[in-house]
């Protein structure tokens, strides 16, 4: 376990709200970095989505670890994460990343933590957001990523659980109890950004990770991988749909985001572009970290 931050009479206290965005969610591990460095002391994290998987990491201290294992993680680890679920709930199961996960930070309960946790999730069936704030960490936090269409959902004391994001990507009132110095949010659904021309980039064709840049290419790897000579349901599905479908979910979740920071505003907010990576590119794990400290940098060194 990382050994605990040494802080002074003039830390500052942190209610610290991490949002959903996928791998933009990277960006986490660095505003956590610049916090630690400037003598914020986090008391209390609200996360969803990949906000909760961050989040949780932390509050059991192992985002070291975690950063260094995840950096390591290249084409043929990821694809060997990811089991695929052959039904129509979702392409994965998780079970191989989250046995993974157990080996690395063992297997906490929330109540246990040093740190108070939240991990939300949707309650698909009845509507609602469920915030989980006792029991199993990887429990709580498998339920909180549940993606739909790549996850399958997580079944937890009789509910159907998805990810928190679709009904509250960047999770405020669980810290209205909460009497810290400071709340800041991370929302990941952050304006584009602007002047900035993309470049067009030719094919690559090397053994690399820009395979993962686009998800249609990532789910027909893993589909020659796993069923490489049977037809499948899923080998006619048409991704342009999916890249839809995608962007879709991006629009919903930065419209509630935006909702919920005017209706309940934090006292600072961290805004990364909702275009600064795509939802499942995790090879941007070193630009994403950077982005994440650079945006702490500039909102809050004053």
Known sequence: MSKPKQFTQTTKTVSLIL???GARGLAHIGVIRWLEEHNYQINFISGSSMGALIG???AVGKLDEFETWFKKLGHTDILGLADIAWD???L???DKLFNQLEELIGHPNIEDLTIPFTAVATDIENEKEVWIQKGPLLEAVRASIALPMI????????LTLIDGGV???????PTFSQTNDLTIAVN??????TNQPKTVEKPNTSQDDSWLNNASELFNSLIKRFRPDKKS??????WDMYDISNKAFDSMQSTIARQKLAAYPPDIVLEIPRDACGMLEFTKVNEMIELGYQTAQQSLSD
């Open 19 to 21: 949002g959903s965005g």
């Open 56 to 58: 949780g990491v932390y």
């Open 88 to 90: 129509s709930s979702g």
């Open 92 to 94: 994965i199961k998780g």
């Open 151 to 158: 996850f399958t959902p997580f079944h937890r004391h009789g």
């Open 167 to 173: 009904l509250n990507p960047i999770p405020i009132a």
């Open 188 to 193: 990941l659904g952050g304006k584009p950004k």
């Open 233 to 238: 349901n899923l080998a006619s599905f048409n």
